[in-house]
């Protein structure tokens, strides 16, 4: 069966699949691995749709239901798709003192969407985060896993940045693989 | 990076012996401050390669300054180093020259020739790259000696960071990482680690401050085959990052540490606990680890002592009570994490309910030089009740961000306006804020205040871990503790009502009043469900969110009445009740509000006064930020 109920493509036959179930065989021995494989998880699908959710608790014999609640515990599981560049404005206390706030509301306007949401065309997520430790440089925001420190005015170039840098990949890509 | 290399196995003291002095020429080079840099037969240029400066692309730097030294055939005798954090994060990139240790700050990869050419070649420093606090004035600062940043501090836990690369474990051996493990394998009994520990006076670096000796002893004690060693570096505290740049900087000195705790309560299996925002820590952690088992120093029978130990990296998931002891337990174990019920404590039956000792990252980090040098040594610095040193995140409106080392006991004053350079000019200090979520504030009235563990919960807040947020008159109080409640009760995990409603109803009360429709009943409100929250929560979440609000009521009384009775917020940050206007007769007409404003509500004419369009202001205060005349007032 390959049914898909996200809309991103994660079918039960998704090669992505083979690499998770080989992992999942490899951490078979060591008890309490469940956050180690959604991780891995993550990593291979970019979030975590019920097809993926279903295969893990098959997998390694865990009640659905406890995966389900162990992935919406957790601030940095996703159950929807994510932006392509994740934009996590820190709201640390450091970086909040510091103006972060502004910051967010700045990405909000410029992005046309409210933190935790992504953009129509799946090209940004904005999202909080609590603290990633660079307080001495507040405020920061990691923009596509990079740690920068950013003012308010440097938002609409970061944004830009991001969409030419998707556009010169889609250029160098084949036709073929562009969706 | 250093080109020693000694592969075999390090099965011996001996063996140890031989690996540390192998490297014993290139600490030494590290230290050296005399020797001048043309004679020096080595030039080390140690580029930070912390989470921070790394933001500031000290890779960057680092790669052009070593393709500089091949191009220039200096191949031989420069090398350039990636080490930890040097603490002084506001100056990043910082790179530092030895012999010599001269600390240039802000270096790009322009500056690179520069240094190479003028300063390794030449021996002239580059004094534009050099510290100073004031552009405008001559005063440049050479060296950490001289460094107003580094006053009052000394480096203990951090003294490997800035010195070692932390991805060589040769050079870790070389600055006397595993000596302390060797010492307890070889030359103690488990008992008398522990009675050194307990004689040292050291107390939990995580923020409880719990005696270190004699939780080893209790979980010593506890009866069970199979025991375990856990490292919290779960640092969830938003304003700490202590345990990241330790993890980053000298990854060795903590798993030395837990292997000697392994050693001291029975157990053969050790868990670092790590956030998974953290990956940079992760990355040197897993790297530690592998290099640590590929030498000998840890897995089976280390240093042929018959001894075996081993670590593995669990990774959070961004939870914060998942710093709670039992709550990152349960994580450990896979689950959601939830606290649980104590007793029984983690000492007697914790992780798979075997007996587990839990510390904190810097907690191990002072553990190393307690057993090498002594508890005598220790106690050489801090208070009586708190003894030792404490890392500082000092960060917030403060001129010099960055990690401080401080004896315990040393004035908040000392730390702020010394260390840390004071507030930006035309600020005043109003505040500084410890323990993140679970602490408070301390006034300026109160800035004489030693910081230890005893000062700061007379105070009315507590040490944390570490995280040190300074606020000045543009912080608005009321909105702190609204920020701070919305952080608890948004990581609040749901599993006891007076945590999970009660936090959420302190909240909504807060909300009104920064929104203007608060009430005196509202605070009265406020403080009666904070002190139901602290007795009923299940665990120290719970039990300590509510202190950012007593703690602010407390000191600040009068900015929530202000909200309360005059509708206004004194600091201008509480949008609903701020309005900006411009003064028409201070007003020069210099267009720069203008020019600041987001949504085009400032309107006029260059040299003649500007107006702001009410209906369409957001209320952000650029304007007042940047009017030179202070001419916005609100």
């Given at each position: 069966?390959?049914?898909?109920c996200c809309?991103m ?11 998770l179930?080989?992992?999942m ?5 060591q008890?309490?691995?469940?956050i ?11 979030f ?11 997998t390694?014999s865990?009640?659905l239901?406890?995966v389900?609640?162990?992935v919406t515990?957790y601030?940095?599981?996703?159950t ?8 996590s404005?820190?709201?640390g206390t450091?970086?909040?003192?510091r103006?972060?706030?502004r ?7 410029e ?10 065309d ?12 660079a ?7 990691v ?24 556009e010169?990949?889609?250029l ?6 562009r969706? | 990076?250093?080109?020693m ?11 140890l012996?031989?690996?540390?002095a192998?490297?014993a ?8 401050m005399?020797?001048p840099?043309?004679?020096?037969p ?9 989470t921070g400066c ?16 091949v ?10 180093v990636q080490?930890?954090c040097?603490g002084?994060?506001k100056a990043?990139?910082?790179v ?8 240039y700050?802000?270096?790009k990869p322009q ?13 002239q ?14 005063v440049r ?6 460094l107003p940043f580094?006053q ?11 010195l ?7 050079e ?16 103690m ?5 522990i009675?050194e520990?307990k004689?040292?006076g ?8 719990f ?10 004690k ?9 490292c ?24 030395e ?9 029975g ?5 670092i606990?790590?956030?998974?925002e953290?990956?940079?820590a ?5 790297l ?7 030498r000998?120093l ?9 001894f075996?130990?081993d ?9 914060f009570?998942c ?13 959601r ?8 404590f983690?000492a ?5 309910q075997?007996?587990?000792?839990n510390?904190n990252?810097?907690t191990?980090?002072n ?9 005598d ?18 960060a917030?409106?403060i ?16 730390v702020?306006?010394t260390?840390?350079g ?7 200090f ?7 979520p679970?602490g408070?504030c301390i006034?300026?009235?109160h ?25 000045t008159?543009?912080?608005?109080m009321?909105d702190l ?12 995990c749901g599993k006891?009502?007076p945590?999970?409603?009660?936090t959420k109803r ?19 409100q406020?403080?009666?469900l ?6 009923g ?7 300590s969110?509510?202190?950012p ?5 407390r000191?600040?009384?009068?900015e929530y ?7 206004k ?8 009740l701020?309005e900006?206007?411009i003064d028409?007769?201070?007003?020069k007409?210099c ?7 987001p949504?085009?509500?400032i ?10 369009k ?5 209320r ?6 940047v009017?030179?005349?202070h001419?916005?007032v609100?």
């Open positions: 069966m390959s049914t898909c809309g493509g994660v079918t039960t036959d998704d090669p992505r699949f083979a690499e179930d080989a992992f065989a490899s951490v078979r021995e008890p309490g691995s469940l180690s494989v959604l991780h891995k998880a993550q990593q291979l699908f970019g975590l749709p019920e097809e993926v959710e279903s295969r893990i608790a098959h390694m865990i009640p239901t406890d389900y609640g162990v515990f601030n940095l599981f996703n929807q798709p994510v932006g392509k560049y994740a934009i404005v820190c709201m450091a970086c909040y003192v103006g972060a706030g910051i967010l509301d700045r990405f909000a306007e992005l046309g969407v409210q933190a935790g949401q992504v953009t129509d799946r090209l940004f997520s904005l999202e909080v985060c609590r603290c990633v430790g307080c001495s440089l507040a405020p920061v925001v923009v596509d896993g990079e740690v920068r420190q950013l003012k308010e005015a440097d938002v609409p170039a970061v944004v830009a940045e991001l969409r030419q840098r998707s010169l990949e889609a160098s890509q084949p036709v073929s693989a969706s | 990076m250093t080109t290399r000694v592969p075999t196995r390090i099965s011996s003291l001996l063996e012996e031989a690996v540390r192998a490297g020429d290139v600490i030494a080079l590290r230290q050296a005399e020797t840099i043309t004679e020096a080595e030039v080390h240029l140690l580029v930070c390669g912390d790394r933001a500031n692309k000290s890779p960057l730097t680092r790669r052009t300054m070593e393709e500089l030294v191009e220039h055939g200096l191949a031989d005798r420069v090398k350039v080490v930890g040097f002084f994060c990043g990139p910082v530092v020259v030895y012999p010599g240790g001269t600390f700050c802000h270096v500056d690179c020739a520069e240094i190479l050419l003028r300063h390794v070649m030449g021996g420093p580059v004094e534009r790259l050099l510290f100073t606090p004031n552009p405008k004035e001559k600062f050479h060296t950490t000696v001289d580094y009052g501090q000394v480096r203990r836990v951090l003294k490997n960071c800035g070692i690369n932390p991805e060589s474990i040769d870790a051996i070389a600055a006397d990482r595993y000596f302390a493990l060797a010492k307890a394998l070889l030359e009994t488990p008992d008398e680690v009675a520990l004689k040292s050291l107390r939990g670096r995580g923020g409880a401050g005696p270190t000796g004699l939780k080893w002893e209790l979980c010593q506890a009866v069970g085959d199979v025991k375990y060693v856990v919290n570096a779960d640092e969830g505290d938003p304003g700490a990052f202590m345990d990241r740049s330790i993890l980053e900087g000298d990854p060795h000195g903590v798993l540490a837990m292997a000697m705790a392994g050693y001291a309560i157990a053969q299996q050790g868990y606990y790590v956030r998974a953290y990956p940079l992760v990355e040197r952690l897993k530690a680890i592998r290099q640590a088992r590929e000998g840890l897995g089976k029978n280390i240093l042929g002592t018959g075996s130990f670590i593995d990296i669990r990774l959070g998931a961004g939870a009570v710093g709670e002891e039992t709550a990152l337990i349960e994580s450990i174990e896979g689950k994490g939830m606290p649980r019920p104590k007793p029984p983690p007697t039956a914790g992780l798979w075997k007996p587990t000792l510390n990252v810097e191990y980090a553990i190393p030089q307690i057993v090498l040098f002594g508890a040594w220790f106690r050489q610095l801090g208070t009586e009740k708190s003894p030792g040193t404490k890392v500082f995140a000092l917030g409106q001129n010099n961000t960055g990690l401080v080392e401080v004896p315990m006991g040393t004035k908040l004053r000392d702020v306006f260390i840390g004071g507030v930006p000019k035309g600020r005043e109003k505040a500084a804020q410890t323990g993140g679970s408070g006034p300026a009235e800035l004489d205040t030693p910081l230890d563990f005893e000062s700061l919960p007379a105070l009315g807040t507590m040490m944390g871990s570490g995280g040190l947020t300074i606020m008159d543009t912080a608005c009321v503790a609204r920020f701070y409640l919305e952080f608890t009760q948004d990581e609040s006891c009502p945590c999970r409603i009660g302190m909240l909504e009360l807060l909300e009104q009043i920064c929104e203007g429709k608060g009430t005196h009943a509202d605070i009265d406020l403080e009666r904070a002190v139901g929250i602290r007795k929560s299940l665990c120290g979440l719970g039990q969110a509510p202190n609000v007593l703690s602010t009521l000191y600040y009384r009068d009445l202000a909200h309360v009775d005059d509708h917020c004194p600091a201008g940050r509480c949008k609903a701020t900006y206007q028409q007769e201070l007003c007409g267009a720069l509000c203008a020019r600041s404003c949504t085009d509500a309107v006029g004419e260059v040299k003649h006064p500007f107006s702001i009410i209906d369409l202001c957001i952000c205060g650029n304007c007042y930020d009017c030179k005349f001419a916005v609100r």
